[in-house]
């Protein structure tokens, strides 16, 4: 794969002169591992016009000799690393106002700025790398593809195992497994696995509820190659499904497929969002569409852009958007499908592949 730290420098810099800031500290271990490839879970992170430096501490020393090389100059701190910051920022003496990333500091940390770091000015800075981020290259792309490609996979593996009677925990278990034997490097978030009522949920956590006969079961789970998430739902029925869920079913999947594939480059999130929004509610069910259509993908499973009916910013190429439209009734049970999609100049690339029908389970 390319290596493109250095242009990511490059656009960086840009932006901290159009910010009119000598320097920007980053304590985003995401935006951290964008600009120089550490995946250590300890790290400060200053950047200037011309050039990193990277404090970490001794548990990662031969960690980020690997994974950092020569773009940046590495410190390992032995106290701490906001230790380790006073210290290099006094041996760079043309550092004078100091940006910092106001969306991820921690509210005593900032307080050292106040304290500790008196000698410098401060100023907040949001997303200015969180901006690059939105747009990936072509590696990028296809470790989010590689990434999707372990999750269905995965899905794949555990649809076989599945049946009536087992706990949503046990569900979470058997696909959890799949997943780390397909080769993702860890979870980007805990699998949600809900079966009846508990489908109306969309954020429900796996519980020791039985799976039963007649059931919803939605899975919504990811998976994680060289950093970039992937994020996949899929919704099953235990049995034969009543007329009604098939017809909540069907909804869904074709305000899936409306909105995946007719959102293109230069809508605005409100735009997206209402691809799949609209033709639920043509359908009478707006009500039970609760939530926004998706967010953006990549080193971390939510960033931007978002697609929601409030999002004004204008879809770039090169972002990679969740496309998940669901329907949920209180008591009864929900519906979501979600797909991870590339907006390509050419229009939008499905990255994610798995059966979008309503599958039984026997």
């Known amino acids: 794969m390319t290596d493109r730290r250095r242009e990511r420098l490059a656009a960086l810099s840009s932006r901290l002169s159009a910010e009119k800031i000598d320097a920007l500290v980053l304590s985003s271990l995401a935006n951290i591992r964008y600009?120089?490839?550490?995946?250590?879970?300890?790290?400060?992170?200053?950047?200037t016009p011309s050039e990193l430096h990277l404090i970490t501490d001794f548990r990662y020393e031969t960690q980020v000799a690997d994974e950092v090389g020569d773009i940046a100059q590495v410190r390992i701190e032995p106290?701490?690393?906001?230790?380790?910051?006073?210290?290099?920022?006094?041996?760079?003496?043309?550092?004078?106002?100091v940006g910092f990333e106001s969306a991820h500091l921690l509210h005593r940390d900032f307080q050292r700025l106040l304290s500790q770091g008196s000698r410098w000015q401060w100023r907040p800075q949001l997303n200015l790398v969180e901006d690059l981020r939105e747009t990936k290259d072509e590696d990028e792309i296809t470790l989010i593809l590689e990434a999707g490609a372990i999750a269905t996979n995965a899905l794949a593996r555990t649809f076989p195992s599945i049946h009536a009677g087992m706990t949503e925990l046990e569900i979470a278990g058997v696909l959890e497994k799949a997943l780390r034997d397909e080769g993702s490097e860890e979870a980007p978030f805990p699998p949600i696995v809900a079966s009846g009522p508990r489908s109306a949920l969309p954020h429900a956590r796996a519980s020791s509820r039985v799976v039963e006969k007649g059931d919803f079961l939605l899975i919504d789970f990811g998976a994680q190659h060289g950093g970039y998430c992937s994020d996949v739902t899929r919704t099953f029925v235990m049995g034969v499904p009543t007329a009604e869920q098939c017809d909540v079913f069907g909804v869904v999947r074709d305000a899936n497929h409306i909105a995946a594939h007719s959102i293109r480059v230069g809508m605005t999130g409100a735009q997206a969002d209402a691809l799949a929004r609209s033709y639920i509610e043509h359908c009478g069910h707006g009500e039970g569409f609760g939530h926004s259509l998706g967010h953006g993908i990549g080193l971390e499973v939510h960033e931007a852009p978002r697609l929601a009916s409030t999002a004004k910013v204008v879809l770039r190429a090169g972002s990679v958007v969740t496309i998940e439209p669901g329907i949920y009734r209180p008591g009864w049970g929900g519906v979501r499908i979600e797909?991870?999609?590339?907006?390509?100049?050419?229009?939008?690339?499905?990255?994610?592949?798995?059966?979008?029908?309503?599958?039984?389970?026997?």
Request: proline letters at 4%.
């Open 35 to 47: 600009l120089t490839g550490f995946s250590g879970s300890s790290a400060l992170l200053i950047a």
């Open 79 to 97: 106290v701490s690393l906001w230790t380790g910051l006073w210290g290099l920022l006094q041996s760079i003496p043309s550092v004078e106002l």
């Open 339 to 362: 797909d991870d999609v590339h907006l390509s100049a050419n229009g939008p690339q499905i990255l994610t592949n798995f059966s979008r029908e309503l599958l039984e389970i026997v």
